[in-house]
């Protein structure tokens, strides 16, 4: 067997690792827009507006600081079904988009239901200039398209920190660039966001929700 095939439990590695859950950030919000199909807008009070087309899988932003928007809570956010407008300008792959809210998100931490020791391959490249840690990802896309390995003997390979590695790995798994070869994943349950009017709109943001 090829040694970066292995996993860790080949090199005796055993430990708990963080995680973190994408209902608690805006992750979420452009994950359920996605597996709908739904166009939906994400907005703050004084922090930008984020529209995911869910339906042909772009996103537009109008957003100061990206890293911030993205580790907020999720409750932080007014989120409402509206019309994809072809008039909108500037749009780019939604892949990015759940990289980035990912990269942020995760804080060194592994998204929920990915483990250090998946065996993972990169099916896709993703946009890297586009995207934090630019130098890091190209090296665990190209390590992992040629010789898919463990998440944890990846860190050892490439001499990145854990922390690092799982930000990327968790980026990658939600932007939908990675398959798992020791396992089958666990598909999560998105629901569609509601369409509301203009009483719930308001009932919503009393509740601050």
């Given at each position: 067997?090829?040694?970066?095939?292995?996993?860790?439990?080949?090199?005796?590695?055993?430990?708990?690792?963080?995680?973190?859950?994408?209902?608690?950030?805006?992750?979420?919000?452009?994950?359920?827009?996605?597996?709908?199909?739904?166009?939906?807008?994400?907005?703050?009070?004084?922090?930008?507006?984020?529209?995911?087309?869910?339906?042909?899988?772009?996103?537009?932003?109008?957003?100061?600081?990206?890293?911030?928007?993205?580790?907020?809570?999720?409750?932080?956010?007014?989120?409402?079904?509206?019309?994809?407008?072809?008039?909108?300008?500037?749009?780019?792959?939604?892949?990015?988009?759940l990289w980035q809210a990912a990269y942020?998100?995760?804080?060194?931490?592994?998204?929920?239901?990915?483990?250090?020791?998946?065996?993972?391959?990169?099916?896709?490249?993703?946009?890297?200039?586009?995207?934090?840690?630019?130098?890091?990802?190209?090296?665990l896309a190209a390590l992992l398209s040629?010789?898919?390995?463990?998440?944890?003997?990846?860190?050892?390979?490439l001499d990145i920190a854990a922390p690092?590695?799982?930000?990327?790995?968790?980026?990658?798994?939600?932007?939908?660039?990675?398959?798992?070869?020791?396992?089958?994943?666990?598909?999560?349950?998105?629901?569609?966001?509601?369409?509301?009017?203009?009483?719930?709109?308001?009932?919503?943001?009393?509740?601050?929700?």
């Open positions: 067997m090829n040694p970066v095939q292995r996993t860790d439990m080949d090199i005796g590695v055993r430990r708990e690792t963080p995680h973190f859950n994408p209902e608690d950030h805006v992750l979420h919000h452009i994950q359920r827009a996605v597996a709908n199909r739904q166009t939906v807008e994400v907005a703050l009070d004084d922090g930008g507006t984020l529209k995911v087309f869910g339906g042909e899988g772009t996103f537009a932003a109008d957003i100061d600081d990206m890293a911030t928007f993205c580790t907020l809570p999720a409750s932080y956010f007014r989120v409402k079904v509206v019309s994809a407008d072809d008039g909108d300008g500037g749009r780019h792959d939604v892949a990015e988009l942020h998100a995760s804080q060194g931490r592994l998204v929920k239901d990915c483990y250090h020791y998946d065996v993972v391959e990169f099916v896709r490249w993703p946009n890297v200039t586009r995207l934090p840690a630019a130098d890091q990802a190209i090296r040629r010789h898919p390995t463990s998440i944890i003997l990846a860190s050892h390979v690092d590695i799982y930000r990327l790995y968790s980026a990658a798994h939600c932007a939908g660039l990675t398959r798992l070869l020791n396992r089958e994943p666990e598909a999560p349950v998105l629901r569609p966001h509601a369409k509301r009017n203009v009483f719930s709109l308001i009932l919503q943001r009393l509740a601050g929700r």
